[in-house]
């Protein structure tokens, strides 16, 4: 199996296609499979063609993310807070 190309990646998350939903990979056929955590990501990438885009039954799917985000552990418990009014320390 190849390695994953990272430029291709960066190219495939840039590109907005405008395609019909029956024509993205639906993540409920996928069936990822690989004894390392490389082989399965590029069993998962063989299968999305794109991993930006993709649907799920008739969803389009378009997968984003901020490159200085905070990471999600601290806005889970950012969000968490804000609803119980209180500190979780």
Excluded: C, W
Excluded at 14 to 43: F, M, N, Y
Aim: proline share 6%.
């Amino acid at each position: 199996m190849a390695m994953v190309d990272i430029k291709k990646l960066e190219e495939m998350e840039r590109i907005s296609r405008e395609a019909a939903p029956v024509a993205l990979a639906d993540l409920l056929d996928v069936k990822i499979t690989g004894d390392t955590p490389a082989q399965r990501l590029e069993s998962y990438l063989a299968q999305t063609q794109n991993p930006y885009h993709v649907r799920v039954g008739q969803t389009p799917v378009r997968v984003s993310f901020q490159s200085e985000a905070s990471p999600l552990s601290e806005k889970l418990k950012s969000h968490f807070l804000s609803l119980k009014g209180g500190d979780f320390s």
